[in-house]
């Protein structure tokens, strides 16, 4: 480190590759976000095993972007777990809106039990 009165010129040019590098890790940042934003998401299928755990606690993780969500549902129309709704209607990882189950009881809504499958959210 030195100490100057005003920068220098080999100061000045490092400060230029500084800032075209951070406006081009912006631009690529942003290209970055829109790219996963638009990504189809996969979920790999479960087994029959996975299937008759009543105990499953796999992540629900898309195969194309690695975008994770939570806990894998096995009843949830996403099979994604989900543990609040809004007027009668639960919102889906691809955004679309659905009907909660029957019998469903917002008033025994928490954060704590998926509205589909009534597995918990902290789960060892």
Known sequence: MKIVKQISEEGLAFKKELADLKATVSI?????YNKENSCTHELRELTQWELKDKWMSEGAHCLICGTLWGWRCKHSPDSVCHYSSHEGKVKMIDGTR???????????????????????????
Do not use: S, W
């Open 28 to 32: 690529a940042q942003t290209e970055l």
């Open 98 to 124: 659905v009907d909660v189950p029957n019998g469903h009881n917002p008033e025994y809504e928490n954060e704590d039990e998926c509205i589909f499958c009534g597995m918990p959210e902290e789960r060892k």
